[in-house]
Nanobody, 124 residues
Framework: QVQLVESGGGLVQAGGSLRLSCAAS????????MAWFRQAPGKEREFVAA????????YYADSVKGRFTISRDNAKNTLYLQMNSLKPEDTAVYSC?????????????????WGQGTQVTVSS
C-alpha cells in the first residue's frame, strides 16, 4: 500500500504560480511511476504530468507543456508540480497517483494508488 497526500492548492489569479506537493508513505516511493492528474467540474479526469521510477524523463499534457514542471525527491518521498502562468482553464482538483502497471505512463490504468486531491482555482 502507498498512501498519498496532496497539498499546496488554492486560489490564484491568472498568470500566477502554485506549487503542489504529494507526500507518500508506505511502500518504497522510488519504485513507483508517479503522476499528476486533474479533474474539472463536469469533465473526466485527465493526465497532466508524469515521471517514471526508472529514469529522470518527464511527460506532459500538451495543454501544460512549458508551464508546468513535475519533479520528485525520493529521499523525501515527495512528488511536486510547479505550475506557472496559470490560466482559468487550469482550474480543477489535482490528484497525484502512484503505480507500476506499465500500461502507459499517461494512462489512468497505470496507477494503483491515488491521493484525495487538492483544489486549484485560477481566477481571470
Amino acid at each position: 500500500q502507498v498512501q498519498l497526500v496532496e497539498s499546496g492548492g488554492g486560489l490564484v489569479q491568472a498568470g500566477g504560480s502554485l506549487r503542489l506537493s504529494c507526500a507518500a508513505s508506505g511502500r518504497t516511493f522510488s519504485n513507483y511511476d508517479m503522476a499528476w492528474f486533474r479533474q474539472a467540474p463536469g469533465k473526466e479526469r485527465e493526465f497532466v504530468a508524469a515521471i517514471p521510477w526508472t529514469n529522470g524523463n518527464t511527460y506532459y499534457a500538451d495543454s501544460v507543456k512549458g508551464r508546468f514542471t513535475i519533479s520528485r525527491d525520493n529521499a523525501k518521498n515527495t512528488l511536486y508540480l510547479q505550475m506557472n502562468s496559470l490560466k482559468p482553464e487550469d482550474t480543477a482538483v489535482y490528484s497525484c497517483a502512484a503505480g507500476r502497471m506499465g500500461l502507459g505512463i499517461m494512462s489512468l490504468r497505470s496507477y494503483t494508488y491515488w491521493g484525495q486531491g487538492t483544489q486549484v482555482t485560477v481566477s481571470s
